[in-house]
């Protein structure tokens, strides 16, 4: 099995910043990744697909980057709806794992 | 507006079983893998199973093989998941979604979620 390890698990950021959160593969996974945004009590949300590949409506301030094992995750410009925690999800294997998710949280 | 939408969670004892549905609308489901994915409280996400368009692939995460069955209607527009034997540990808010690539894909949709609490 594919295990996907982000790091940090949490961090405190201000609004304006500029955060990046990382996501390794325990094995070469092309660049079959996906990111998603998760709200509390509200269902994931697509961002970033195919490592780097925009997801239709997701603002520009979000980026993704990567291949083989190492992954990221930029937002340029923290806005207070951004507030949330990230997911990465690989899908190179059926049943694509996640990690375990970043909250991004007020500082 | 493409929408899924979950029904069937509530809260169980052990051992019982519990029988998940997904409505589809305003996309073509038959197209679509389609699967479900689970979050226990306060953690992270579990793909739970997938199943292709036609059913030709079926596949189930370890935890749950033997349990749960996935199965389609795609007249019906319709997913769902039989959860039989189940436990503490499948206390979780079930999501289906939409799979974007076939059985390796991506979930560009997914519903609101139900919740299944398994308890005594």
């Known amino acids: 099995d594919i295990q996907m390890t982000q790091s940090p698990s949490t961090l405190s950021a201000s609004v304006g910043d500029r955060i990046t959160i990382t996501c390794r593969a325990s094995?070469?996974?092309?660049?079959?990744l996906a990111w998603y945004q998760q709200k509390p009590g509200k269902a994931p949300k697509i961002l970033i697909y195919?490592?780097?590949s925009l997801e239709s409506g997701v603002p520009s301030r979000f980026s993704g980057s990567g291949s083989g094992t190492e992954f990221s995750l930029t937002i340029s410009s923290l806005q207070p709806d951004d507030f949330a925690t990230y997911y990465c999800?690989?899908?190179?294997?059926?049943?694509?794992?996640f990690g375990q998710g970043t909250k991004v949280e007020i500082k | 507006e493409a929408q899924l939408v979950e029904s069937g969670g509530g809260l169980v004892k052990p051992g019982e079983s519990l029988r998940l549905s997904c409505a589809a609308s305003?996309?073509?489901?038959?197209?679509?893998?389609v699967t479900w994915v689970r979050q226990a409280p306060g953690k992270g996400l579990e793909w739970v199973s997938c199943?292709?368009?036609?059913?030709?692939?079926?596949y189930y995460a370890d935890s749950v093989k033997g349990r749960f069955t996935i199965s389609r209607d795609n007249a019906k527009n319709s997913l769902y998941l039989q959860m039989n034997g189940l436990g503490a540990e499948d206390t979780a808010v079930y999501y289906c979604?939409?799979?974007?690539?076939?059985?390796?894909?991506?979930?560009?949709?997914w519903g609101q979620g139900t919740l299944v609490t398994v308890s005594s």
């Open positions: 195919k490592a780097s």
């Open positions: 999800q690989q899908y190179k294997t059926y049943l694509g794992t």
């Open positions: 199943i292709s368009s036609s059913d030709s692939y079926i």
């Open positions: 094995q070469s996974i092309s660049g079959w």
């Open positions: 305003g996309f073509d489901f038959s197209i679509y893998t």
């Open positions: 979604a939409r799979v974007e690539g076939g059985v390796r894909g991506y979930l560009n949709m």
